[in-house]
C-alpha cells in the first residue's frame, strides 16, 4: 500500500465542473488499494476552493488561508509542511491554475505526478485557452521565449479586462505574478522536473514533450453505469443530444456540435439538441437547460 498524497488546489465537492469529478473518481479508486488524503486550499474569495458540504469518498485536509496569506510563497511553504507531515511516496498534483507551478516547484524531492486538465500554465490567458482574443486558436507558447511571453501576457490582460466578473482568474494572475517574465520560468522548471506528466491528448503532449518527455496521455473516463445512451431504436421519438459545459468557451467545442447537428435538423430528421447553459429556453432544435448536477 502507498501513500499518495493529491493535491488540487481548486478542489470543492459537490464538484463546480468536470476536473473536479475526474479528480475524485480517481481518489476513490486509488483509495481502495493505497493510503489517500486531498490537500486542498480552504479559501473562498474568488472561488470556492475547499468548500466540501459533503464526502466525496476519500480524506480531505484543507489548509486555511487568509486573504493576506493568499499569495504563492505563502501557499507553496504550507503545502511543502502539510505534505512533509503525510510523508506520502508519491504525490499526484492535479488541477491549480496560475498558483500550481509554485506548489509543484516547492515539492522537489517527493516523485510527483504532473495532471495537466487544459492547457494552464503554458497559456496564461484564462484555465489556457490558446485561443487568442479574435476567437483563432493561437500558436503561440510563452514557455518558448521572450519573443511570446509579452504578447501571451498582453493577450491574458486584455481577457481579463473584457471580463472583470472573472475574478476566480484575475486574483490568482495578479498575486501569482503571471506577469513577471521570471514565471515562465518558473513553469518550465516545474515542468521539467516532474516524474510524469499525466495529459489529455496530443495537442497538450506535443507543447509539453519539449521540456520533459516523460508524458502519459490518458483522457478521463465515463462512468457507464450514470452515463450511457439509450436504445438505438426510436419509435418517432426524437434524438436527444446533451452538452454539458459552457458554450461560449470555444475549447468545448459547441460551434462544431452545433455545424454537425444543424444540417440533420434542416434535413428533417427529428433531433433535439440540450445545451447545459443559460437561461432555460427552446430555440428551434436547441433547448437551454441551465446548469444541472450529475444526477
Not at 221 to 244: H, Q, T, W
Not at 258 to 278: I, K, N, S
Request: hydrophobic share 40%; net charge positive; with cysteine.
Amino acid at each position: 500500500m502507498a501513500r499518495i498524497a493529491i493535491i488540487d488546489l481548486l478542489f470543492n465537492w459537490p464538484p463546480d465542473g468536470g476536473a473536479r469529478t475526474d479528480i475524485q473518481h480517481v481518489a476513490t479508486g486509488l483509495a481502495k488499494t493505497h493510503d489517500i488524503v486531498l490537500f486542498c486550499p480552504d479559501f473562498r474569495l474568488g472561488f470556492p476552493r475547499g468548500k466540501v458540504a459533503q464526502s466525496p469518498g476519500f480524506a480531505v485536509r484543507k489548509i486555511p488561508f487568509k486573504d493576506y496569506e493568499f499569495q504563492p510563497f505563502t501557499f507553496a511553504r504550507r503545502f511543502r509542511a502539510a505534505i512533509d507531515e503525510f510523508k506520502p511516496d508519491y504525490v499526484f498534483v492535479a488541477d491549480g491554475w496560475y498558483f500550481k507551478p509554485y506548489v509543484v516547484d516547492a515539492l522537489k524531492g517527493y516523485k510527483r505526478l504532473l495532471r495537466f486538465y487544459a492547457h494552464e500554465s503554458i497559456c496564461p490567458k484564462s484555465h489556457g485557452h490558446f485561443i487568442d482574443n479574435r476567437m483563432r486558436q493561437c500558436e503561440r507558447n510563452w514557455l518558448n521565449g521572450w519573443k511570446d511571453f509579452l504578447p501571451c501576457v498582453q493577450c491574458a490582460r486584455e481577457w481579463l479586462e473584457e471580463y472583470p466578473a472573472n475574478t476566480h482568474f484575475s486574483i490568482p494572475f495578479n498575486r501569482g505574478l503571471v506577469f513577471l517574465p521570471q514565471y515562465p520560468h518558473l513553469v518550465r522548471r516545474a515542468i521539467a522536473s516532474v516524474d510524469l506528466i499525466i495529459c489529455y491528448n496530443d495537442y497538450i503532449a506535443g507543447k509539453l514533450r519539449p521540456i520533459n518527455p516523460s508524458i502519459q496521455i490518458t483522457p478521463s473516463g465515463i462512468d457507464a453505469e450514470n452515463f450511457a445512451p439509450s436504445a438505438v431504436s426510436k419509435n418517432g421519438a426524437p434524438y436527444r443530444i446533451l452538452m454539458c459545459g459552457r458554450k461560449g468557451d470555444p475549447l468545448k467545442g459547441y460551434e462544431v456540435l452545433f455545424r454537425a447537428v444543424a444540417p440533420l435538423a434542416q434535413a428533417g430528421l427529428e433531433v433535439e439538441l440540450f445545451v447545459t447553459e443559460g437561461p432555460a429556453r427552446k430555440d428551434g432544435f436547441i433547448n437551454y437547460t441551465g446548469w444541472l448536477d450529475q444526477k
